[in-house]
């Protein structure tokens, strides 16, 4: 079983800057990938970005140029800059442990972003 503890939600302008961390912890097999998806109200949720264990990294294009995801062994960080209304969602974070040839996928219970105009 792997835990997903989140911080650094919070009310911003826009144009300001917020970073989230999640701490992976209670598995001795380090994630396989990590990200964060997001969800706004009345919305589905969507990936902001991942980042696999090598490094590789991928965000959705309305995020590419202000989010900067980063990883350091079961921590995954969003750097959030530049930010804007639409950004305002619950963000959660997301890891997936690959183990016997299954997928096992962890969600953390979300941090909540709001972007004011």
């Known amino acids: 079983q792997v835990q997903l503890v989140e911080s650094g939600g919070g009310l911003v302008q826009a144009g300001g800057s917020l970073r989230l961390s999640c701490a992976a912890s209670g598995s001795i097999f380090s994630p396989n990938a990590m990200g964060w998806y997001r969800q706004a109200p009345g919305k589905q949720r969507e990936l902001v970005a991942v980042?696999?264990?090598?490094?590789s990294t991928n965000c959705a294009d309305s995020v590419k140029g202000r989010f900067t995801i980063s990883r350091d062994k079961n921590t995954v960080l969003l750097q959030m800059n530049s930010l804007k209304p639409e950004d305002t969602a619950v963000y959660y974070c997301?890891?997936?442990?690959?183990?016997?040839?299954?997928?096992?996928?962890?969600w953390g219970q979300g941090t909540q972003v709001t972007v004011s105009s």
């Open positions: 980042i696999t264990g090598g490094g």
């Open positions: 997301n890891a997936e442990v690959i183990l016997g040839g299954m997928t096992y996928v962890y």
